[in-house]
């Protein structure tokens, strides 16, 4: 004989009554099955839906009526094409009898626990009538048995006790007699001694299927759901989770408790001492393996921890006070009370002090707990010897579950320093002394970050996601979201790094996707996209709480250098080629730095100086490993190499400018180069990342352009000035060429003093044969005095600053 169970899914459309059915057809070949089925899906929610309607005397439970018959008699009509009037002549009788009942407790006001049970007992007692007729229809060899005839409980309605010695006699007396090839049974139904009817509890078909399975004796429990099996962690918030295939009962049991709702937490207790294995497996599926949950020993090589899982609803309740401490009695009177008021109490913990005990219920039971605490202890709260009790709201409870964890260090530590990573703030944890189990307490809104970080970190620890949130999609932003296109999956493969763009912006429109922009058609979805603002681009990428999130400016805007320190106390990385943050006030790029720190969110801005060239990386490389830097000679602008690589006798200095615009090597206000502002802000961010506190107005700008130039108020009149004083700039060049030198325009950083300049470069000198758009810079240190450590290289353009973007963001990746 075997014992299957079809949860409300399995049983939820006419579809899938037609998969039961062929599975269970298949079985009966060879056995006698008994199959237990809930209540259609969703049924036994909208029967307590319109029981509170009822009761709070709302007549929309009338139409809620409506809807649970509809969907009963559109199941009978699919599933039997012909011959449904006998079925739909007892489930009228019932439906008459269901509307009979809500008429009853809109017209008393009232539903009590009793009326609650013989409310929803409705739902099965449908659903396994309608399978088991339709079957028949078909001519299979199947009866329905009423499993309140046979399961006798105490009255403790809506979560009552099984007697366990008259159930099973009934049940093994049933089954003796009975012939059929196929049983059906409702779950979750039965009865108490005097009659009335009883539930096992919310999700108890499962159990009555163990408790059939245990009082037959049979070889294997099957429970059949929507899910091929007991996943790593609940599939439905986490992708990556998987079936496990072979779990131990404690495990199980732990991992229901703390809310893998695929299998309700009493099922095993049954089947547990007559080591009968409960086999989970997907009715949608059949072929997949699903889980096995039984005594047989795990090879102790397996993963440590075997599954995570969550609660959610938690409330958390503290009594504390000075007078606690030492003076036995507190939390028997505390437990007590909450055991009195019949309140499940989740989770515990003492602080060794004794000052405090803290505890996690469900949230629905606050109010009562928190009026019957404060009363046992009224006395002492008078006395000021404790504390009112303290309620929190909104919590939940996430648990990493392992028989092996007990012989395992620092599991703990991996739990919670990948939470805090993530800016995932713990509120209380508890530890079993058996330490099958480690559950923190934590806001529901992180639940799902929560749940993903801990399923990366124990499960997939070989890849990593990143959620990176691109702001600025011009020439550059553009080039990077084609490298992350081009390169994702070699990323994957070669560095076990998971990228993913999950929010792009430019000026006019955003978009967002908590699973991954798909970038095949950006474009067109960012054209499509909601309008843009900074503000809300922070509080979307915020809202979604992703992992390892990454903003990354890729605008020369002031106003998104602002919002990096928000960002920043997110725990949200900031990878920014924008360079008016670094080199903006020192106070202010101190303050990023320690929030960085302080938020473990990585701040990395290499391509503020050289672009993709690593010039900030071997910096704070040589600052890291104890070396000094005593000097910096750096040629540090793309675009005044280009500008006097290609000014001389033959041309004129207005139009190599216009060119170096017109190439993109300038800003889109040419001053900002040719002033020296632009290179004074690198050897700043330089000097500032050699240690030095130094600010913009301390370094020491010698200009080169003409009064007038200086002294111009607008793009436009700036360039009429650079013809009208082409002399001025001929007489530069001319200077430099009598000598034999180049014009380079020059940052020096040394003895804590800064300056740029325009210079003439004598032909011996390295930075003499400095071409096109090329960088370079010298770096003087302890370790290299006498030879500089030279880096040099492209040091503007679209591709190669996308590039220096990448690498900061796989940097943070490789951490
Ligand atoms: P049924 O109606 O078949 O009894 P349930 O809805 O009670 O099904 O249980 C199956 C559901 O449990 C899954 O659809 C999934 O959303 C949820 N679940 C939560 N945690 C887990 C887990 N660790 N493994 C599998 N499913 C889980
Ligand atoms: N129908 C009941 C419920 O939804 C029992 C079950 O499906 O296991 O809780
Ligand atoms: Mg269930």
Redesign the pocket.
């Known amino acids: 004989m075997k014992v299957l169970k079809f ?2 899914t399995s049983v939820g459309s006419s579809k899938n009554i037609n998969n039961v059915i062929n599975i269970l057809q298949n079985y009966a070949k060879t056995d006698a099955i008994v199959c237990v089925v ?2 259609v899906g969703g ?3 909208k029967l307590l839906l319109a029981g509170r309607q009822a009761k709070n005397k709302d007549n929309n439970y009338l139409e809620t009526f409506e809807l649970i018959k509809d969907i009963h008699f559109k199941l009978i009509k699919e599933l039997n094409s012909d011959n449904h009037d006998s079925i739909v002549s007892y489930v009228e009788d019932k439906l008459n009898a269901l509307k009979s009942l809500l008429d009853g407790i809109f017209l008393i006001n009232e539903l009590s626990p009793k009326t609650s049970d013989k409310l ?1 007992s409705f ?2 007692l449908l659903s396994s009538y309608i399978i088991a007729e339709t079957m028949k229809n078909r001519d299979m060899s199947a009866a329905r048995k009423n499993s309140q005839d046979l399961i006798l409980t105490n009255s403790n309605f809506t979560k009552a006790e099984v007697n366990y010695g008259v159930t099973n006699t009934n049940i093994q007396a049933y089954f003796k007699e009975a012939k059929e090839q196929v049983t059906i049974l409702p ?2 139904i039965s009865k108490s001694r005097l009659g009335e009817q009883t539930t096992l509890g ?5 159990f009555t299927a163990a408790i059939v399975a245990a009082a037959l004796k049979v070889e294997q429990l099957e429970i059949w759901t929507d899910v091929s099996g007991m996943f790593t962690t609940n599939p439905k918030l986490v992708k990556q989770a998987y079936p496990i295939k072979k779990i131990s009962y404690q495990e199980a049991m732990e991992l229901s408790h703390f809310g893998a709702k695929v299998l ?1 937490p009493p099922t095993v207790q049954p089947v547990l001492d007559l080591n009968i294995p409960i086999h989970i497996k997907n009715t949608m599926e059949p072929e997949a393996v699903g889980t096995i949950i039984s005594n047989e020993e795990i090879p102790a090589n397996g993963s440590v921890v075997k599954g995570i899982s969550n609660i959610g609803n938690i409330a958390l309740i503290t009594l504390q006070g000075s007078g606690m401490v030492g003076i036995p009695g507190f939390s028997k009177r505390l437990f007590e009370t909450l055991s009195q008021e019949k309140i499940n109490v989740i989770l515990i913990t003492q602080a060794s002090s004794e000052h405090s005990i803290c505890l996690g219920i469900d949230e629905s039971d606050t109010e009562i707990a928190k009026n019957a605490i404060d009363a046992t202890f009224e006395n002492e709260i008078q006395l000021h010897k404790i504390d009112p009790i303290l309620v929190e709201k909104g919590l939940s409870i996430v648990a990493l579950v392992g028989d092996n964890m007990k012989n395992h260090q620092g599991i703990s530590g991996k739990m919670f320093s990948a939470l805090g990573r993530n800016n995932i703030n713990i509120r209380a944890i508890a530890q079993g002394a058996s330490e099958k189990n480690i559950s923190a307490v934590i806001a529901e809104k992180d639940v799902k970050k929560a749940l993903n970080t801990l399923h990366e970190q124990f499960f997939e620890s070989k890849t990593k996601q990143l959620n990176v949130f691109i702001t600025g999609v011009g020439n550059v932003g553009e080039k990077l979201v084609e490298q992350i296109k081009q390169q994702r999956k070699y990323l994957k493969e070669n560095l076990k790094i998971n990228l993913r763009v999950a929010g792009l912006s430019n000026s006019r429109k955003m978009i967002f996707n908590e699973d991954g922009i798909d970038l095949s058609d950006w474009k067109v979805q960012l054209n499509n996209g909601e309008s843009a603002s900074l503000e809300g681009f922070f509080e979307n990428t915020k809202a979604l709480n992703l992992r390892n999130s990454i903003f990354v400016d890729v605008t020369a805007n002031s106003d998104v250098a602002n919002l990096y320190q928000h960002y920043l106390r997110q725990s949200i990385g900031v990878v920014a080629c924008n360079k008016i943050a670094c080199s903006s006030d020192f106070d202010n790029y101190k303050l990023l730095k320690r929030l960085s720190l302080k938020y473990n969110a990585p701040f990395l801005f290499e391509t503020n100086v050289g672009a993709g060239l690593p010039i900030i990386d071997t910096l704070n490389n040589l600052v890291a490993s104890g070396d000094k830097v005593t000097s910096i000679h750096a040629v540090l602008s793309g675009s005044l190499n280009f500008v006097f690589n290609n000014f001389n006798d033959n041309t004129k200095f207005y139009d190599v400018v216009k060119q170096a615009a017109a190439e993109g090597y300038t800003e889109p206000d040419p001053r900002i180069d040719l002033s020296g502002v632009d290179v004074a802000r690198k050897i700043l961010i330089l000097a500032r990342e050699s240690g030095i506190e130094m600010n913009l107005e301390d370094i020491e700008n010698k200009p080169f352009l003409s009064e007038a130039g200086l002294k111009s108020t607008s793009v436009d009149d700036f360039y009429k000035t650079l013809i009208a004083d082409e002399a001025h700039y001929q007489a530069l060049y001319a200077s430099a060429k009598a000598k034999g030198c180049q014009l380079k325009y020059v940052a020096q950083f040394n003895e804590g003093k800064a300056n740029v300049s325009l210079q003439e470069i004598p032909s011996d000198h390295p930075f003499y044969n400095l071409k096109g758009s090329d960088n370079i810079v010298m770096f003087y240190t302890n370790r290299y005095a006498n030879q500089p450590m030279i880096i040099k290289g492209a040091g503007a353009g679209a591709d190669v600053t996308a590039s220096g973007l990448f690498a900061d963001i796989i940097r943070i990746g490789n951490n």
């Open positions: 949860g409300g809930s209540a049924i036994t929610d929803v739902g099965e779950g979750f919310r999700g108890g078909s499962d309700y």
